[in-house]
């Protein structure tokens, strides 16, 4: 009966008050027409844009707007990059290019991807009952057995189970056109095998693999040495393969799991052991895990060509290539955003409640992985509110209601270990966020508001102009992504603003909100503004960065194509896309082999070399507990000296005042000490006079470091 009357009420011609209606509330789409009265439009409001005919005079059909925006962005990105001085004229440039985009636009030279055609479809709302409420028992079971801060065989399994019955109860089977084991089967049982190779199929592969190469070329170089930060995560990593199997993780002011038991995974599958390469495997597969939903991502809100260049774009950057590189959970951010926000808008292009379910599993997972995570779930309600704003028929906002609710449900089924704990612990739950946020260890350095708002410019420059200066995850003070990507950037986001204003699509301004609120683990670090922007808490907003860069790349290449047409249009396309990846493609290659490289090798200590002379004495004529490494203020973080020698737990700390009691021990001893501590250079010689020092020249300008060998008594060094 209700869904007959609301079929009914969508079906009645318009009234002027539904005209009135869709007018103050612009953003549901343009006003219907009401009987009586002219219907007007837009061009660009109708069907797909063609091609002209090919005309003789080719300056008619010349895109010349839209190359000269183009252009004009590439110098306005490249001054802003050379020198602070040309700040101004970069400004300006951009505002002519935008000026020139707009009128490509009016001219319809240029337009953008269109969104795909949304599926209205009515819900049943069935679940199947039993399936539920055994997986609620299984989940309430579940949660009382993951108290104490353990996983466990028994509460994993436990867990799981719930999962699957909740998955078994709200499934739509029907929703797929066949499952994936039955269509497995089917292929395998053929009498002969046929695997069609498209030239898309291959330049996907292409693309895919240029990633890739970026992402684990000179792996074990690049990042070359470890941070404070490192020894904390393979310390924590250490206790999971001692059958310490933590929720949550409370050194260093608290971590989730997800990492630590990645890296213990690397570490035994390929025998990498407790290594700083265990952990660069981990968080690189999880970088490369990330490209194929980017390029999923981009094709649902544009097309395959988006998608592809979206994910040519992740693949290359050096944002995304340094945060997995780096070991640490940086990456975990983008790479479960990625995925999240591709069912999340397929889902509610298709109406498909299946999408909403992988959504939940997707969100849910990432919750356990980087805490800037966490305001995902922000976003995803205010999706779902841009989307039930935009909509007109009572169909789609219902259904929004029952999609809100899956996503919501499944993620928190997930969220169970967390959510004990939480409950448990919440002070160390949530003190590593809240010490960003709030005045935990320090006051806010002026008014709140001042801050918060100083601190979201700031980050909404950092594509373009300054990512921060924390030199771990990036280059200090300059844009976040190459200097093209960075112009396509800024473009696609006056594309995109555009477009809404003309047609109000809902993903238009989704997309333009996502990247300041994806942005906001950054923005909301009031306590200690310097540390905003952070490439590492923005990370999830890379992933709307480069679909909006690739709307609009794709934009001016189908333009170029197009216009020119079938005479000139593909090697005219060809050849400026090649231009501009190339010179991407240098460019960051250079930022991470080169720039960045040197830069941290210059600013970390070396750690692994003093990790490889303790190592060779222990295995020689030493032992590991026979060695020291003398402390200095700001020197090296002593216990990443154990984790290089091979021995993660030990900590070959001393000060000069304690060498006096390494006097009795017996046998053969060796100190490493910094070339400027005279303090300990001559309590050394004091105790053991017949002690020798030698110079460790190191790879690293000033990073040498003097050994204090002391052989056995009675010899000779």
Request: no cysteine; proline share 5%.
């Amino acid at each position: 009966m209700d869904n007959h009357s609301d079929t009914a009420e969508e079906n009645k011609e318009p009234s002027v008050l539904d005209y009135v209606k869709a007018k103050v509330m612009f953003w549901r789409g343009p006003a219907p027409v009401i009987p009586g009265q002219y219907e007007t439009y837009s061009p660009d409001e109708t069907q797909s844009y063609s091609p002209p005919e090919e005309d003789s005079n080719n300056e008619l059909n010349t895109p010349i707007f839209t190359l000269v925006a183009l252009g004009l962005a590439f110098i306005a990105q490249l001054s802003w990059v050379s020198s602070d001085q040309t700040a101004t004229i970069g400004i300006f440039l951009y505002l002519l290019s935008f000026i020139a985009i707009f009128f490509a636009v009016q001219r319809k030279e240029l337009k953008v991807a269109d969104s795909k055609q949304p599926e209205v479809s009515q819900d049943d709302y069935r679940i199947l009952s039993r399936p539920m409420l055994i997986g609620l028992i299984v989940a309430l079971v579940a949660f009382v057995s993951f108290g104490g801060n353990r996983f466990s065989s028994f509460n994993i399994f436990l867990l799981l189970i719930a999962l699957g019955f909740i998955l078994k109860s709200l499934w739509k089977p029907s929703e797929n056109k066949l499952p994936l084991l039955p269509r497995i089967k089917e292929f395998v049982q053929q009498k002969n095998w046929h695997i069609p190779i498209s030239r898309w199929a291959v330049l996907w592969l292409v693309v895919f693999s240029l990633g890739i190469f970026f992402k684990a070329f000179h792996l074990g170089q690049v990042v070359p040495e470890m941070v404070s930060d490192h020894s904390e995560k393979l310390l924590d990593v250490f206790d999971v393969m001692q059958g310490e199997s933590r929720i949550y993780f409370p050194r260093n002011t608290g971590r989730e799991a997800l990492q630590m038991y990645m890296i213990a995974g690397v570490a035994k599958l390929l025998g990498t052991g407790i290594t700083f390469l265990s952990m660069k495997i981990g968080t690189v597969l999880a970088g490369i895990f990330m490209l194929p939903y980017i390029y999923l991502l981009g094709k649902e809100i544009g097309n395959r060509w988006v998608g592809l260049i979206a994910m040519f774009f992740a693949g290359i950057a050096y944002w995304p290539n340094i945060l997995a590189r780096v070991g640490l959970r940086f990456i975990l951010y983008p790479a479960f955003v990625a995925p999240t926000l591709f069912y999340l808008t397929r889902g509610m292009r298709r109406a498909r409640r299946n999408d909403f379910i992988w959504a939940g599993i997707f969100l849910g997972i990432g919750l356990h992985g980087y805490t800037p995570f966490r305001f995902v779930p922000v976003l995803i309600v205010i999706a779902i509110a841009l989307y039930i704003l935009h909509q007109r028929d009572k169909t789609s906002r219902r259904n929004a209601i029952l999609w809100i609710a899956i996503v919501a449900f499944i993620s928190l089924i997930l969220f169970l270990p967390l959510l004990r704990f939480w409950i448990e612990e919440p002070t160390v739950f949530a003190y590593r966020a809240f010490s960003r946020v709030g005045t935990i260890e320090r006051d806010f350095p002026g008014s709140i508001y001042g801050v918060f708002f100083s601190n979201l410019w700031n980050a909404l420059k950092m594509v373009n102009w300054n990512s921060g200066n924390i030199w771990v995850v990036g280059v200090p003070h300059s844009p976040a992504v190459d200097l093209f990507t960075a112009a396509m950037f800024l473009l696609g986001v006056f594309l995109l603003l555009v477009r809404y204003l003309r047609k109000r699509n809902w993903q238009d301004l989704f997309l333009i909100l996502a990247v300041p609120i994806l942005m906001m683990p950054s923005i909301l670090s009031l306590a200690f503004p310097d540390e905003n922007p952070a490439l590492n808490r923005a990370g999830g907003a890379m992933v709307i960065v480069f679909i909006i860069a690739a709307l609009a790349f794709e934009a001016i290449l189908r333009s170029i194509y197009e216009r020119f047409g079938n005479r000139g249009g593909v090697q005219f396309a060809t050849l400026i896309g090649g231009f501009f990846a190339i010179v991407s493609i240098g460019a960051n290659y250079n930022m991470v082999f080169n720039t960045f490289q040197t830069q941290y090798t210059n600013t970390a200590w070396n750690t692994s070399e003093m990790g490889a002379v303790i190592a060779e004495f222990a295995h020689t004529v030493g032992d590991k507990d026979s060695a020291w490494v003398v402390a200095a203020p700001h020197w090296v973080d002593n216990r990443l000296v154990g984790i290089n020698a091979g021995f993660p737990t030990k900590n070959y700390e001393i000060w000069p005042l304690q060498i006096i009691e390494t006097v009795e021990l017996p046998g053969p001893k060796l100190f490493l000490y910094k070339m400027e501590d005279t303090e300990a250079a001559n309590t050394l010689r004091e105790l053991y006079p017949n002690g020798a020092n030698s110079l460790y020249q190191s790879e690293q300008e000033n990073k040498s470091f003097y050994i204090f060998f002391v052989p056995n008594s009675g010899e000779t060094p």
